[in-house]
């Protein structure tokens, strides 16, 4: 079979196996353990975390391991939002990868308004539909960087100037786009960035979300302090998925919100 679908999936490379084999057989303890056996685990899920933050150019107490892309943008429209409890608008495109689109329709069932930024015949955004779009209501600006259909690259350092400029937080889902342009957080000025490991020859299971430092985060599941993760997120991946994927390399609307989507059904 000749596969020509690398944009849906990637096949592990047989290096990648092998660094993740130990994790899988003998190396199987909980890092999160008090006692050696897996506690001495951390230091692997570190440096693979130093080796994710080297491929986009960040610091290691920025990137986060998540189950995979869909995980991370959903986290980073949900941090955004709980971190601006009196603004209830996202800014996206018409052409997201369907995480992204579909919680935003979810979104919109709760009350929050949502604009989808529409594309030319070749796939191009405008910028200055964006600059129109950003309201002092505007909460986050969520757009890709690299079209998973039609290969299509927007402008992210451009848009996330203008973010910036306007005091809105921009999250970039970047998933097409690692391991194959450079990237590097420190010249883009982006809040969040999303990867996933099956992209680029790492097993499914195991993505990331790049947070800027002093940029809000909030997690989904409330459990108890990881000692896996930075302080600022709860929970647990495993160790053998993370080492791989480094081997290479529904908040409530504010109640103003609520109260007119009440309004506009009636």
Same mark, same amino acid.
């Given at each position: 079979m000749i596969y020509l679908d690398h944009n849906a999936t990637t096949p592990v490379l047989p290096e990648v196996l092998d660094a993740m084999m130990p994790y899988l057989t003998t190396e199987w303890g909980n890092p999160s353990s008090a006692y050696k056996f897996g506690s001495k685990l951390k230091g692997v899920i570190e440096t693979a975390r130093e080796q994710v933050a080297e491929l986009i150019g960040a610091?290691?107490?920025?990137?986060?391991?998540?189950?995979?892309?869909?995980?991370? +943008?959903?986290?980073?429209?949900?941090?955004?939002?709980?971190?601006?409890?009196?603004?209830?608008?996202?800014?996206?495109?018409? =052409?997201?990868?369907?995480? =992204?689109?579909?919680?935003?329709?979810?979104?919109?069932?709760?009350?929050?308004r949502v604009t989808y930024l529409p594309v030319d015949r070749d796939g191009l955004l405008k910028l200055a539909d964006l600059e129109t779009a950003?309201?002092?209501?505007?909460?986050? =600006?969520?757009?890709?960087?690299? +079209?998973?259909?039609t290969g299509v690259l927007f402008p992210v350092k451009e848009v996330a100037e203008i973010c910036r400029s306007r005091g809105v937080l921009c999250h970039c889902d970047a998933v097409q786009a690692a391991g194959k342009i450079g990237m590097d957080v420190r010249k883009l000025p982006v809040d969040y960035l999303s990867l996933t490991g099956h992209k680029f020859h790492a097993p499914k299971g195991i993505g990331a979300l790049y947070v800027r430092r002093k940029t809000p985060i909030s997690p989904y599941v409330i459990w108890r302090?990881?000692?896996?993760?930075?302080?600022?997120?709860?929970?647990?991946?495993?160790?053998?998925?993370?080492h791989g994927q480094s081997r290479r390399i529904g908040p409530q609307p504010p109640a103003r919100l609520r109260k007119e989507g009440a309004s506009a059904a009636r």
């Open positions: 610091q290691p107490r920025e990137v986060i391991f998540t189950s995979c892309a869909t995980e991370s +943008n959903n986290a980073a429209i949900h941090a955004a939002l709980k971190a601006n409890p009196n603004k209830g608008h996202i800014v996206t495109s018409a =052409v997201e990868h369907s995480s =992204v689109l579909n919680y935003c329709m979810a979104l919109e069932k709760e009350g929050y950003i309201t002092d209501q505007t909460a986050l =600006v969520s757009l890709m960087w690299a +079209n998973n259909e302090t990881s000692r896996t993760q930075p302080a600022r997120w709860d929970g647990k991946r495993g160790t053998d998925c993370r």
